[in-house]
Every structure is written in C-alpha cells, then in structure tokens.
C-alpha cells in the first residue's frame, strides 16, 4: 500500500497570475480542501522510481482544476515534490494482452467548499488527507516474495490433484517455502500417495488457533469457494499478505482466477504485476461479563493466532477481538422470542431491531448474507459499513449505509425476553447475555485480493457470472409492419385528443 505526504502548492497556482482578493481566497480555500487535486505527492523509494520510468515513455499532464481551469501541468512545470495524476493507466490485465486505461479516478471530485459570496467550509490543516486512486492500486513487492500459504477446502477429493500440481510447482519450479494446516497433510488420499511423499515432507504445517504464522508468510493461494478466503482472512488479525483466489468451489463471487493456467498467474503475481482491491475489514471487540466461568487458552494463544482475551479482574469482564471479511451477525439464536437488541452509533443510541436480528456487514459482505436479506450491493472500494434486519417486525425498517469511520454498539435491550447470538464470518458462534456488548467499526488492516483484471472488472464479472445480477430475457423489436401501426394508431389518438 502506498505512503504519501500531501503538500500544498497553492502558491505555485497562483504564481505569475493577476488575481483578485476574491478569487484568490477561493483558490487557496480549493488547493486546503480535503482530497483537493492541488495536492501533489511525495511518493516512497520504489513508486518514485516507477513513476519516472513511466513519465520517460508516456509522459503525465497534471491539472488543478480549481486554479488553472484547462492549463494543464507538463512535467517542466516547476512544482515541489512529484504529483501523481488523477487519471492513471492500469497494467495490462493478466487474463488479457490489451492495455487497459482509466480515462478518470474512482474517487468522486472535490466538492466545492465555498457557498454562495460569504459562506465556506472552516479549514482544519490537521484533517487533510489524501487517498490513493483506487484504480492505480498494483502489487508490488519490497523483496522477492520465498513462503506462500496454500489454504485448500478440507474433506474435497476434488482439490486434491489441483493442491498437488500448485504445490509442486512452487517448491520445485519457484524454490519457495509452502505453508499449509496441519489437517490438509492427514487427508487419507494424500497420507497414501507415495509419489507425493517426497513432496510432502518439504511442508510447513501450522495449527489453527495454536501457531501464529501472520510474521512468516509473504503470499496466500486460496484453492476452493468463498468460505476459504473468508478462513484465510481468519487467519491474520493483523496485516494481510496479498490473497490470490482460484475458484475451485461452489459459488466463488469472491475467487476470480481459473485453475487451468495457474502456472503463468502465479509467475506474474510473484514479479508483482497485478492489480489488487482493498477489502475493508470489520474490528469487532466483544466485551462480556465472566459469570464466575473461567476460560481455558491452549499454549497461551486464543483462537486465531491472538493473544489471549483481556481478562480484567476489577471489573470482571473479559474482551475478545476479530478482524471480520463479510459481516458480523446478531440473531435470536434457538429462541423463539424475537431479539431485542439496541443500535448505538458513535456513542448516540439510533434504533431497536426487533426482528430475527441485525447484519453489519463490509462493502465485500454486501453481496453475502446482507443481500438475501434485502440489502443493496456496495462496491468494495466504497469506504462504508452496512446494517441489514432480518425480518425485522416493522414495515419501515430499511437497510442503511453509514461512513466507515463510525463506531457501532450493540448491546440487548434492558427489555429484552431472550439472549442474543452472534457470529463472525459464520463462525465463532457465541451467546450474548444482558451486560455484554459489541463493538465494531472499520479496521484499519484490510485484505488486499488480487484481481484477475482490475476491481470494477472483477467485480461486475462476479455480478454477472455468480448471481447473475440484471438476468432477463430481451425484449424483442418491433417489425416494419407493426411500427407502421403502432404510428398510425398513435396519429388517431392525437387527432382524437384535438
């Protein structure tokens, strides 16, 4: 992910120009305004010298659109640090030998922060901030990547000959070091292959919940549906190595690579040419009241390769904490009341959900539970979070969209009949009693997937192909003869209307 430094050049836009005290304050509000294009950047190391090599073949204009209109910004222009343009070319896709260019950013354009002769947005130097195009995100490597994880779907004779040839593969062909769990090695089919044996003893194993291997792996390499990347992403509550997803499973909206070339896609990964999204991931922390229970954490590591759950003996609670892909789901559990639980945002109780409970779910998790729930599908390059009923029992509960940068607390209604149930990515399946809370907002580590073309691409291609989004039978067309009499017909009704 790449680092920048924003630096205002309101005074280069200026320079050299007759302006008027007006407009000159309007120019330097434009150039301090948040994400303004006046905001050139200083890159680290590497990108400067990719972005020099790009500007000696294809040369960049930059403009600032609020001081200079149409004058564009050649690279002579004397401006500090290096500006990145707004619209940058993706690298050819992998899956494709065409080159592929955006003709503009993914991010919506600066708003204008003055209203009307007198009004404007008050300034804050400390909140400016500026946020990498979407479309440019590319895989890059600081060094050469040496250890992959392979995460194959347990108990699927049908992975078995795939998993072989990826393995062999990397370890014979790349010379890399190959991490898998544990129970993937004792499946009977692979324990019996003596010609896989030699292979075999090359691995890594780990076990969940046991090992924390999140320091030691450079790749992952999903081989199954969904439900693998969601168990990969479980793996690191911290940073994430990038994720390349075959689609070997069921539904596999979220894995966009074919298995049959994998070959020279693995190849172009390692050498970093890639595009990759940044799912957001939710931080839940779950806070619980012990009960007098004691909790057993095998080898001093809680589940997912965490330290184990803050245990506070003041006031008797105990914090849990995940790192969520799709979503965080509240029900009713094995009830057969209706749950009762409140929404609190940032602090400001917003609503009750009386129903079968509530979903907050990722822009990613948007097309999973969310959407048979009523839910719209959200882009994963849109920064927000979600919160869905299920079967709520009342006729204007809609699902909304809220900024990611908000916090969420769900705690039971003191009126509550019943407890409550809650999961994480369908797992770690949990009661929450009356004095527990949930807390959950957007965690500041998500997971970077590779993309077979580019994110809007991959994701449209999902849309079409796994949930056939938009499917209906075309409307046929009228012939000579009936447009002629749908003509005539619509001349007789104007006469008879005169």
Known sequence: MSCFVPICVWSL???????????????????????????????????????????????????????????????????RGRAKSR???????????????????????????TFGPKACVLQNPQTIMHIQD???????????????????????????????????YLMEENNMIVYVEKKVLEDPAIVSDDNFGPVKKKFCTFREDYDDISNQIDFIICLGGDGTLL????????????????????????TPFNFENFQSQVTQVIQGNAAVVLRSRLKVRVVKELRGKKTAVPNGVSENGVLPADLDAEVGKQVMQYQ????????????????????????????????????????????????AAGASMIHPNVPA???????????????IVVPAGVELKIMLSPEARNTAWVSFDGRKRQEIR??????????????????????????????????HWNVRKKQAHFTEEEEEEEGAGEGEEEEGEG
Not at 326 to 353: A, M, Q
């Open 13 to 79: 836009c200026t320079q050299g120009r007759k302006t008027s005290p007006e407009e000159t304050e309007h120019r330097r509000r434009q150039c301090f305004s948040d994400r303004s294009p006046c905001l050139p950047t200083v890159e680290t190391e590497h990108e400067k010298v990719n972005m020099s090599k790009a500007q000696s073949a294809d040369p960049a204009s930059y403009r600032c659109s609020a001081c200079h209109g149409d004058e564009d910004w050649g690279p002579n222009h004397p401006i």
């Open 231 to 254: 168990y990969a992403s479980s793996l690191f509550q911290g940073s994430v190595p990038p994720v390349m997803a075959f689609h070997l499973g069921s539904l596999g909206f979220l």
């Open 385 to 399: 979070i979600m919160i869905t009923p299920i079967c709520p029992h009342s006729l204007s509960f809609r699902p």
């Open 434 to 467: 009356h004095g527990d809370s949930i807390s959950i907002t957007t965690s500041c580590y998500p997971l970077p997937s590779i993309c077979v073309r580019d994110p809007v691409s991959d994701w449209f291609e999902s849309l079409a192909q796994c949930l």
């Open 324 to 371: 969520v892909l799709n979503e965080v789901v509240i029900d009713r559990g094995p009830s057969s009341y209706l749950s009762n639980v409140d929404v609190y945002l940032d602090g400001h109780l917003i609503t009750t959900v009386q129903g079968d409970g509530v979903i907050v779910s990722t822009p990613t998790g948007s097309t999973a539970y969310a959407a």
């Open 134 to 168: 979407p479309a440019s995100q590319r895989l890059t490597w600081n060094k050469s990547p040496k250890s992959v994880l392979v995460v194959k779907k347990i108990r699927d004779a049908s992975l078995l000959q795939p998993f072989k040839e990826l393995c062999v």
């Open 87 to 113: 619209s940058l070319s993706a690298s050819p896709a992998l899956a494709s030998t065409k080159e592929f260019r955006r003709t503009r950013s993914l991010h919506g354009p600066c708003p204008v922060t």
